[in-house]
Protein backbone atom coordinates (compact mmCIF):
# COMPACT_ATOMS: atom_id res chain seq x y z
CA UNK A 1 0.00 0.00 0.00
CA UNK A 2 2.86 2.45 1.32
CA UNK A 3 6.01 2.70 -0.88
CA UNK A 4 8.96 3.65 1.26
CA UNK A 5 12.34 5.70 -0.07
CA UNK A 6 15.57 5.09 1.90
CA UNK A 7 17.78 6.28 -0.99
CA UNK A 8 21.51 5.59 -1.29
CA UNK A 9 22.53 9.07 -0.71
CA UNK A 10 20.93 8.73 2.58
CA UNK A 11 22.67 7.15 6.00
CA UNK A 12 20.32 4.24 6.64
CA UNK A 13 17.57 4.94 9.42
CA UNK A 14 18.48 4.15 12.76
CA UNK A 15 15.52 1.57 13.51
CA UNK A 16 12.28 0.81 12.00
CA UNK A 17 11.35 3.30 9.57
CA UNK A 18 11.78 4.68 6.80
CA UNK A 19 13.21 8.16 5.54
CA UNK A 20 9.92 8.53 3.37
CA UNK A 21 6.49 7.25 2.55
CA UNK A 22 4.29 7.61 -0.37
CA UNK A 23 0.70 7.43 0.42
CA UNK A 24 -1.42 6.37 -2.53
CA UNK A 25 -4.25 8.71 -3.49
CA UNK A 26 -7.36 8.00 -1.80
CA UNK A 27 -5.54 7.11 1.01
CA UNK A 28 -7.19 8.11 4.30
CA UNK A 29 -4.05 10.44 6.17
CA UNK A 30 -4.78 12.44 9.37
CA UNK A 31 -2.27 14.99 9.97
CA UNK A 32 -2.13 15.78 13.85
CA UNK A 33 -0.76 19.10 15.25
CA UNK A 34 2.01 18.72 17.48
CA UNK A 35 -0.04 18.02 20.80
CA UNK A 36 0.79 19.74 24.35
CA UNK A 37 -0.31 18.56 27.94
CA UNK A 38 -3.40 20.53 28.27
CA UNK A 39 -6.65 19.23 29.80
CA UNK A 40 -9.55 19.82 27.96
CA UNK A 41 -10.65 22.96 29.65
CA UNK A 42 -6.92 24.91 28.89
CA UNK A 43 -5.70 24.33 32.49
CA UNK A 44 -1.99 22.82 32.64
CA UNK A 45 -0.92 19.96 35.23
CA UNK A 46 1.80 21.14 37.09
CA UNK A 47 3.05 17.39 36.98
CA UNK A 48 5.05 16.45 34.16
CA UNK A 49 3.26 13.17 33.99
CA UNK A 50 0.18 13.82 34.05
CA UNK A 51 1.05 16.53 30.97
CA UNK A 52 1.92 13.86 29.62
CA UNK A 53 -0.94 11.71 29.66
CA UNK A 54 -3.09 14.40 28.53
CA UNK A 55 -0.81 14.35 25.61
CA UNK A 56 -2.30 10.83 24.75
CA UNK A 57 -5.88 11.69 25.78
CA UNK A 58 -5.84 14.46 23.23
CA UNK A 59 -4.41 12.56 20.13
CA UNK A 60 -6.72 9.64 21.06
CA UNK A 61 -9.67 12.26 21.25
CA UNK A 62 -8.61 13.74 17.50
CA UNK A 63 -8.76 10.55 15.89
CA UNK A 64 -11.69 9.00 17.92
CA UNK A 65 -12.93 12.14 16.43
CA UNK A 66 -11.76 11.55 12.78
CA UNK A 67 -13.71 7.77 13.23
CA UNK A 68 -9.96 6.19 14.34
CA UNK A 69 -8.41 4.67 17.02
CA UNK A 70 -4.43 4.10 18.60
CA UNK A 71 -4.53 1.49 15.97
CA UNK A 72 -4.31 4.24 13.48
CA UNK A 73 -0.87 5.59 14.94
CA UNK A 74 2.43 5.45 13.29
CA UNK A 75 5.06 6.21 15.51
CA UNK A 76 4.80 8.65 18.10
CA UNK A 77 7.68 10.55 19.43
CA UNK A 78 6.74 12.78 22.77
CA UNK A 79 9.78 15.00 23.39
CA UNK A 80 9.78 16.76 26.76
CA UNK A 81 11.74 19.91 27.20
CA UNK A 82 11.52 23.36 29.09
CA UNK A 83 10.37 25.56 25.83
CA UNK A 84 12.10 28.54 27.35
CA UNK A 85 15.18 27.35 28.09
CA UNK A 86 15.49 26.28 24.00
CA UNK A 87 14.49 29.30 23.38
CA UNK A 88 14.74 32.12 26.11
CA UNK A 89 13.27 35.73 25.12
CA UNK A 90 14.91 38.44 23.40
CA UNK A 91 15.73 41.39 25.16
Known amino acids: ???THNPDAVAGPHGEYSHGV???AGAGWLSLAGQ???????????DVGEQCEWVYRNIFAILEAAGMGPENLVPTFIIPCAIRSLFPSPR
Not at 36 to 46: I, K, N
Request: hydrophobic share 35%.
Open 22 to 24: DVP
Open 36 to 46: VGTRADGSVPE
Open 1 to 3: MFT
